[in-house]
């Protein structure tokens, strides 16, 4: 083997060339280097003869120096396999956790199944989400430790690839010294190397430097990538559901044990308007959704509502501002009740009242006599035997056959309009006020609607859902968040589920007959009365009837007026003590008066109150003059009197809802606020962003570990211990000394970088070196520091 060696003693400035090896050659030269042993060979060749006499089965070469195969090394990829599963571990914990807990249920919320934990194992239902948080809990403390060992795992696989890299696999080699020392640094996380790499590439950079920083940042930028789309949240989880029981399903008063007092809801609703005020707050009075009055944020609510605070601001819903409430509408449980987490839905009803002022043309003739008609006449007339006549009459007439409800027995939303006509005359001075010859005409329409609606809860932001128009088959049972609501017996005896039909049959109804006073004068059509007795009346006939039918406030005092007479008393003129000393005590409630109270009565309208003098005191009868004062209301504004009798068909509503004869409805609510867990959020794009950057960057480091692995390699590591073995091997041409600019190192541009045989073919054992032109065989074995067993 012919060597050429052209080492020489290194100068400041002179460059340092390297020794060539020629792949053909049949002479050796006893100043051949070694890559690896330099000048250590013949010691090491002479221990080994000392400390392994006989070892015959040994391979020496030439020099006496023990071989070895080139071996493989596996630690690289139990690292990667060590790293990547806890970090996909962690990160689908995470991506589940976003939508469902890892057990039990397979969705947050509420998925009723009459067979699942939820319905008869409520521990169980919470443990689940408990065990949930701490999976939560686990995958961030995983995510922590795999973002903190990222960086480290990547630069040791990839010091352990460079190794692979700078042995010689290719046929024209370009890697320098300048550029294995650079792999060496692991200049992949120096941020000083980069610098360099913009200024002079070439002199610094390769191949799998490249490659190195790339899975570098890109597994550097996961974790930051991960914070900035993962965030968490607390939501409600169920816990386990309550119920309240006997509510009222529009399907109830059709039934036919439901019927016996028919006329209860009069009774009610008349009661109702004698005490109803503007300012009371209306539990049951909601409103749309889209409403709300949050006081901590009544600064925004006035800007949002043109400078202006909302009705239902301050006092709440109450029947004096039911016109200025965005769609109010009457449920019988308390406004803003919300279910939680299960969604659950009850009737509601609204009632919209326009009271108008018409002419005699508009007016129905003959209203007593058209059949079903509700129809009545109250007149009075004082002195009716002399020229100064004064009295009143009041006419009311709803012109249709109002034997029928207007109530279907659907749960769809239903819509009516009811009809009612008013003729009111007021003469001779008993107000300040009189009417028209003839009178003066008014007509009220009352719109009412009835339907379902979706109870606040959690799904549909803690808002009143609209008004269903119709109710879909199955919305709640088996697979819905919705659990059923009750059950209803027709009949026949057949069990129906709360939205399923039935067919209950209409009840009957009998007609009485009433009489007049002399003085005062009623007129009642036979149909009128037995208004009283339909089943399920409109709320603008239970109104009428409350106000003008038999027992109202006008029927009473005309038929027994000798029960309504103010008391005798006096007054002592020297200290005005009044005897009685309750003189002028409150003794009654006009219908709607407190509803009045706030119109301008100084027209002559009744207050609020009557007291034990109204009615006349010491034989004065002024009976008819306080009746007088009533009715001179109907008289007032329109648009005021609109608000009043919207206020009473909720009143009506609310009496038929509660007061019609149902002692126990058969709908059922079920609740369910749920319990506080925390749980990731992240958006779909999110999920599929650091998905793919996960699965590029662990599948990356997956096959470089797998090729190092299976690749037989010289050193474990591209090291110290490996760098100080090349630096031996160079030391001919580098020595030990201050050095102030690596950079003007020439001999590290030119010297080769890569590892290669340096030995002949036809050696038995392989010799390392820098340069060499042929490539390491795994199948052949290689001169060592020591012997391998």
């Known amino acids: 083997m012919e060597f050429l060696d052209l080492s020489k003693r290194r100068t400041r400035n002179s460059s340092i060339p390297l020794a060539q090896y020629p792949e053909n050659t049949e002479s050796e030269s006893s100043r051949e280097v070694d890559a690896f042993l330099g000048q250590r060979v013949a010691q090491i060749a002479s221990d080994a003869r000392e400390t392994k006499p006989g070892r015959g089965d040994k391979v020496l070469d030439e020099h006496g120096q023990p071989a070895a195969p080139l071996f493989r090394s596996w630690f690289v990829l139990i690292l990667v396999l060590s790293y990547a599963i806890p970090a996909v571990l962690a990160w689908v914990i995470t991506c589940i956790l976003s939508f469902r807990p890892i057990s039990g249920p397979k969705q947050y919320g509420v998925i009723y199944d009459p067979d699942s934990s939820y319905y008869g194992g409520y521990a169980e239902v919470g443990n689940s989400y408990v065990r949930s948080e701490e999976w939560f809990r686990a995958a961030r403390v995983i995510q922590s430790i795999v973002s903190v060992l990222t960086i480290p795992l990547t630069s040791a696989v990839c010091s352990s690839a460079a190794v692979i890299f700078v042995q010689h696999h290719r046929s024209t080699p370009r890697l320098t010294i300048r550029q294995l020392i650079t792999l060496a640094d692991r200049g992949w996380v120096g941020p000083g190397t980069f610098g360099r790499l913009a200024i002079s590439w070439r002199r610094y950079g390769s191949s799998f430097l490249l490659l190195a920083i790339f899975l570098t940042i890109l597994g550097g930028i996961l974790s930051p990538l991960q914070q900035l789309f993962l965030s968490s949240k607390t939501i409600k989880t169920p816990t386990f559901f309550q119920s309240v029981n006997s509510l009222f399903d529009i399907a109830d008063p059709f039934l036919s044990y439901y019927q016996d007092r028919e006329d209860l809801v009069t009774t009610v609703t008349r009661n109702a308007l004698m005490s109803a005020t503007n300012g009371e707050p209306q539990s049951q009075l909601w409103q749309g959704s889209g409403t709300s009055c949050n006081m901590t944020e009544i600064a925004a609510l006035v800007r949002a509502d043109s400078f202006t605070l909302p009705a239902n601001c301050g006092n709440g819903n109450t029947l004096g501002n039911i016109s200025s409430l965005a769609d109010p509408f009457l449920a019988q449980l308390p406004n803003g009740y919300s279910t939680g987490l299960i969604r659950q839905y009850i009737p509601r009803f609204n009632s919209t009242a326009r009271y108008e002022n018409i002419s005699a043309t508009e007016y129905p003739s ?34 249709t056959d109002m034997s029928k409800s207007p109530w279907m027995e659907t749960r769809d939303r239903q819509d009516f309009t009811e009809t009612l006509y008013l003729n009111i005359s007021i003469y001779g001075g008993l107000t300040q006020s009189g009417t028209p010859v003839g009178g003066s005409m008014f007509r009220i329409t009352l719109d009412t609607t009835g339907g379902y609606f979706e109870l606040p809860n959690y799904m549909n932001g803690q808002v009143p859902g609209s008004l269903l128009t119709t109710i879909p088959n199955n919305m709640c049972g088996a697979g819905t968040d919705c659990l059923t609501e009750g059950s209803t017996t027709a009949p026949n005896g057949t069990i129906y589920e709360i939205f399923g039909p039935y067919d209950p049959n209409d009840p009957t109804t009998g007609n009485t007959k009433r009489d007049s006073s002399t003085i005062y004068n009623t007129k009642e059509s036979n149909s009128s009365a037995s208004a009283e007795m339909v089943v399920n009346k409109g709320p603008l006939l239970t109104t009428a009837l409350a106000l003008f039918g038999s027992g109202s406030f ?147 480091l997956f096959i470089i570990a797998l090729y190092t692995s299976l690749s037989p390699r010289w050193t474990n590591q591209l090291d110290a211990f490996a760098m100080m073995q090349i630096g031996a091997a160079m030391s001919d041409k580098i020595s030990l000394m201050v050095m102030t600019r690596q950079s003007h190192t020439n001999i590290l541009d030119e010297a080769p970088g890569w590892i290669g045989d340096v030995a002949d073919e036809h050696e038995k054992v392989g010799r390392l070196g820098l340069g060499a032109r042929r490539r390491l065989d795994p199948k052949r074995l290689y001169g060592c520091d020591t012997w391998v067993d």
């Open 554 to 700: 006008l029927a009473d005092r005309i038929a027994h007026p000798e029960a309504y007479i103010g008391i005798n008393y006096t007054r002592a003129s020297d200290t005005g003590i009044y005897d009685p000393a309750n003189v002028g005590a409150c003794i009654d409630l006009f219908p709607m008066g407190l509803l009045f109270a706030e119109l301008d009565t100084s027209n002559g309208g009744a207050s609020s109150c009557i007291s034990n003098t109204d009615y006349g005191s010491n034989g004065d009868d002024r009976l008819g003059t306080v009746m007088a004062s009533w009715i001179n209301n109907f008289l007032g504004d329109t648009g005021r009197l609109s608000s009043i009798f919207t206020a009473a068909g909720f009143l009506a509503n609310q009496a038929w809802m509660s007061s019609n004869g149902i002692s126990s409805g058969s709908l059922i609510i079920h609740f369910d606020f749920g319990a506080d867990t925390q749980v990731p959020t992240i958006s779909h794009a999110g999920i599929i962003i650091i998905s793919t950057l996960l699965a590029l960057y662990l599948v990356s």
């Open 366 to 399: 003959g209203c007593s006599q058209i059949p079903g008609a509700f129809y009545v006449q109250y007149t009075y007339v004082t002195q009716p035997n002399t020229t100064d006549v004064a009295g009143w009459n009041v006419e009311a007439c709803m012109p």
